[in-house]
């Protein structure tokens, strides 16, 4: 059975910095595509970045690059996302997600599995 649990949301002011960690478990990922997507009260699922386990090749919505960064941690069968310069627009839950092909996509409906999701709250 295939699990993801993320951790290391919180609250953090405007400018500051927070690590989100996907722990997964259940089959092997080394041929899975792994992506962050963020909701907002009141907004759609958003996508957020994605990275191949395999290759560790990246893609980000435009709204994180250069602030945001996917990395993954083959040993520890985890997957982080580094948030610096946050903004008060970056507040949502976010979420883990896999998908069993090694495809970077951003279309949340191409995900096979989710996790339960952690609240990033940004203060102005």
């Known amino acids: 059975q295939v699990q993801l649990i993320e951790s290391g949301g919180g609250l953090v002011q405007a400018g500051g910095s927070l690590r989100l960690s996907c722990a997964a478990s259940g089959r092997t990922f080394s041929r899975h595509a792994m992506g962050w997507f963020r909701q907002a009260p009141g907004k759609e699922r958003e996508f957020v970045a994605t990275i191949r386990w395999s290759t560790g090749s990246t893609y980000y919505a435009d709204s994180v690059k250069n602030r945001f960064t996917i990395s993954r941690d083959n040993a520890k069968n985890t997957v982080y996302l580094q948030m610096n310069s946050l903004k008060p627009e970056d507040t949502a839950v976010y979420y883990c997600?896999?998908?069993?092909?090694?495809?970077?996509?951003?279309?949340?409906?191409?995900?096979?599995?989710w996790g339960q999701g952690t609240q990033v709250t940004v203060s102005s």
């Open positions: 997600a896999a998908k069993y092909r090694e495809v970077l996509v951003v279309t949340s409906g191409e995900y096979d599995y």
